[in-house]
Structures are given as structure tokens and as C-alpha cells.
């Protein structure tokens, strides 16, 4: 079977090629940033400090304020430990902060291969985390955390 004619003109051939080599950068930046490895919170300075629960109240009051001044940026939270949760699937852990009169609190959630397990945190007890803030939804999520000792 021949191909058709308009497969055999330069511009075809041109634009043909552009188009695979756009394809090809797109898959490729997006297998650098699938890999990309999360920055080390442990040594970073927090562009914010303060206590779980301000936090919290700040977002029930404005929550696209909220929003917009802590996107993307390292927080360093005070709190009480309301619960500890792992997941087996992915080896991640989450410690929840909140007081006893909040229904939710900030949720912050620990990358896979922890030194420490669930069962090294109390409920109850305080604690000191640094975070990178990522969104609310019930809950304030604050991801990639570490524990500041």
C-alpha cells in the first residue's frame, strides 16, 4: 500500500517532526519531575512558626487569605498529638494536631522509611514538626514533615 501524497511533502515531514519532539520533552520533564526528590525540611529555616491551633483558626476565619499567604511554604508547628496513623501501603506517617475542642486540625504527613514508628508518639503529649504546607480541606495538610528536635 503507497502513501499518501501530502506524507512525502517537506512541511508534513517538518511538522511531524516538531510534534514528536515536543511529545518526547513533555514525557520527559514529566519523568524528572515524577522523580524529583522532596527537599530536606530537616536543616530549612521556617518562613513560619507558630501553634497548630492558630494555624487552624487562622484558615476557619479566612480561608483563601489563609491560603494564599502559607502556599508552598515551610511551616514550623507547636501542637498536641490528637492521633498517629501508619499506612503499611506506603510506609507513610501521619500525626494529627489539634485540641480537644477542634473537630479537625492539621494533618502532617511524614515521607516513607521513618525512623520512627506510630507507636513512638503519645497522644496527648506536644510536639514540635516542620512541614511543607500543601492545602486544606477538613484539615490543614502540612507533607514531607520532620520532627524538630
Known amino acids: 500500500m503507497a502513501c ?8 508534513f515531514r517538518s511538522l511531524a517532526l516538531i510534534v514528536f519532539l515536543a511529545v518526547a520533552i ?8 515524577f522523580n524529583k526528590k522532596h527537599a530536606d525540611l530537616g536543616s530549612a ?3 513560619y512558626s507558630l ?6 483558626a487562622e484558615f476557619e476565619t479566612d480561608e483563601v487569605s ?12 507547636t501542637g498536641r498529638i490528637a492521633q498517629v496513623e501508619f499506612s503499611s501501603a506506603d510506609s507513610t506517617l ?4 489539634k485540641d480537644d475542642d477542634q473537630l479537625s486540625g492539621v494533618i ?5 522509611k521513618n525512623r520512627k514508628s506510630a507507636h513512638d508518639f503519645d497522644p496527648g ?10 492545602g486544606m480541606l477538613m484539615d490543614v495538610l502540612l507533607n514531607n514533615c520532620v520532627i524538630v528536635e
Open 4 to 11: 499518501p501524497t501530502f506524507t512525502k511533502s517537506p512541511w
Open 26 to 33: 513533555s514525557v520527559f520533564y514529566a519523568v524528572l519531575q
Open 45 to 47: 529555616k521556617p518562613e
Open 51 to 56: 501553634k497548630a491551633s492558630e494555624l487552624f
Open 66 to 77: 489563609a491560603t494564599s499567604k502559607y502556599a508552598g511554604k515551610v511551616l514550623e508547628l
Open 94 to 97: 501521619s500525626i494529627v494536631l
Open 108 to 112: 502532617c504527613t511524614f515521607p516513607g
Open 125 to 134: 503529649s506536644q510536639i514540635r514538626i516542620r512541614g511543607e504546607f500543601s
